[in-house]
């Protein structure tokens, strides 16, 4: 089956813009995560949703936003762009259970200049 | 918050060595994850664990989930070049209304000298 799709896959913003990214969860999952990865804080929760709700926060100001539609798709944005927001952004989906397993997409590579 | 200490941070080994490492937390988990994440790629998954005990293999590939919960280990037999990469343990925790987020170690760099 398909595996988690992330768009765009490479973007490059200016400081002060705003960025949307998207993913499309595996078939059947309806468990969307988002994770920000960078050299010095390495892989760090973002958020997550499960029936467009979300479910759980990490520790991340109010630029960082989310939402997740009918169909499970989830769309990750970021307002007022900082330059320490370049980041790989990853989005994971999982199945329903506490037993199944979470599974990441290839990821969205955001440069800020 | 919870943090995973994952050791060692980076390893030179030669092609046909064992490999392992480790993580530990100071909080209990329900489930540790294993992932290998290769440049410019995301972490793919390699091992899940859910039971405290719990021992798993994936080829040359073996983990344990720790007693306590609040440790894991990762073993490599045989290594080979495409095992670089970095590896990463993961806790996943359940509180509240909801799964929690996954914490993630810092990585293992692991480099294979020719």
């Known amino acids: 089956k398909a595996g988690v799709t992330q768009t765009p896959r490479y973007l490059i913003k200016t400081r002060g813009q705003q960025v949307t990214l998207s993913c499309s969860p595996i078939?059947?999952?309806?468990?969307v995560s988002w994770y920000q990865q960078t050299p010095g804080q390495g892989l760090q929760f973002l958020f997550e949703?499960?029936?467009?709700?979300?479910?759980n926060k990490g520790n991340f100001p109010g630029r960082f936003s989310g939402r997740q539609f009918s169909n499970s798709r989830s769309e990750m944005n970021v307002s007022t762009l900082e330059l320490g927001d370049s980041a790989l952004y990853l989005c994971a989906s999982t199945g329903q259970g506490a037993g199944n397993t979470i599974y990441f997409g290839e990821g969205s590579w955001l440069t800020v200049v | 918050g919870q943090q995973l200490n994952q050791s060692p941070q980076s390893m030179f080994i030669q092609e046909g060595e064992d490999v392992s490492m480790n993580c530990t937390s100071s909080?209990?988990?329900?489930?540790w994850l294993w992932y290998k994440q290769d440049p410019g790629e995301g972490p793919v998954l390699l091992i899940a664990l859910y039971k405290a005990g719990e021992l798993t293999s994936n080829g040359r590939l073996t983990a344990q989930f720790g007693i306590t919960r609040k440790d894991s280990f990762l073993n490599i037999s045989a290594s080979i070049p495409s095992d670089v990469g970095i590896y990463f343990c993961?806790?996943?925790?359940?509180?509240?209304?909801?799964?929690?987020?996954?914490?993630f170690g810092k990585g293992t760099h692991l480099i294979i000298q020719p």
């Open positions: 993961a806790g996943h925790g359940y509180s509240g209304g909801g799964a929690d987020g996954l914490t």
């Open positions: 949703y499960f029936s467009e709700t979300q479910r």
């Open positions: 909080s209990i988990f329900n489930t």
């Open positions: 078939s059947g999952h309806r468990s």
